[in-house]
């Protein structure tokens, strides 16, 4: 994927502290353009399937409550309204089952939620290797 502008970018995470953080670290980096910011899965359905505000990239929480990130994946998939989002879901801990669920869909990565500050500046250097982009921005 090559990219000359930002790749818009919405994030979803229950947890404020974890969302201000990525909001941080995404807002310091050229390459992404944060697009909306949400605490519940509920609210990022409502943003992308019924107000049509669809990003390049959707990182998306894996255990929230009410609804699990595999939870939203599916909703989004079941809707169609964008079949070739890039949605990188990310957790603590890898759950096989909840992977297995989605490896049909060549678009939906998993990713270790970040916890040491390396890997925290790592993460947009991540997505972008991913998505096959060169990250040649510091933050």
């Given at each position: 994927?090559?990219?000359?502008?930002?790749?818009?970018?919405?994030?979803?995470d229950?947890?404020?502290?974890?969302?201000?953080?990525?909001?941080?670290?995404?807002?310091?980096?050229?390459?992404?353009?944060?697009?909306?910011?949400?605490d519940?899965?509920?609210?990022?359905?409502?943003?992308?399937i019924?107000?049509?505000?669809?990003?390049?990239?959707?990182?998306?929480?894996?255990?929230?409550?009410?609804?699990?990130?595999?939870?939203?994946?599916?909703?989004?998939?079941?809707?169609?309204?964008a079949p070739?989002?890039?949605?990188?879901?990310?957790?603590?801990?890898?759950?096989?089952v909840?992977?297995?669920?989605?490896l049909?869909?060549?678009?939906?990565?998993?990713?270790?939620?970040?916890?040491?500050?390396?890997?925290?500046?790592?993460?947009?250097?991540?997505?972008?290797?991913?998505?096959?982009?060169?990250?040649?921005?510091?933050?």
């Amino acid at each position: 994927m090559k990219s000359n502008k930002p790749l818009t970018l919405i994030i979803v995470d229950d947890d404020y502290d974890d969302r201000e953080l990525l909001k941080f670290l995404f807002n310091q980096n050229e390459k992404f353009e944060l697009i909306g910011c949400f605490d519940s899965g509920e609210d990022v359905l409502e943003e992308i399937i019924n107000k049509k505000n669809i990003p390049d990239i959707l990182l998306l929480d894996m255990y929230m409550p009410l609804m699990s990130g595999t939870d939203v994946v599916m909703k989004l998939e079941y809707s169609a309204v964008a079949p070739e989002m890039n949605i990188f879901i990310i957790s603590t801990s890898i759950n096989i089952v909840e992977q297995d669920k989605l490896l049909h869909n060549p678009y939906i990565k998993f990713l270790k939620k970040p916890v040491s500050l390396a890997d925290i500046h790592d993460l947009p250097g991540l997505i972008l290797e991913s998505l096959d982009i060169r990250n040649n921005t510091k933050v």
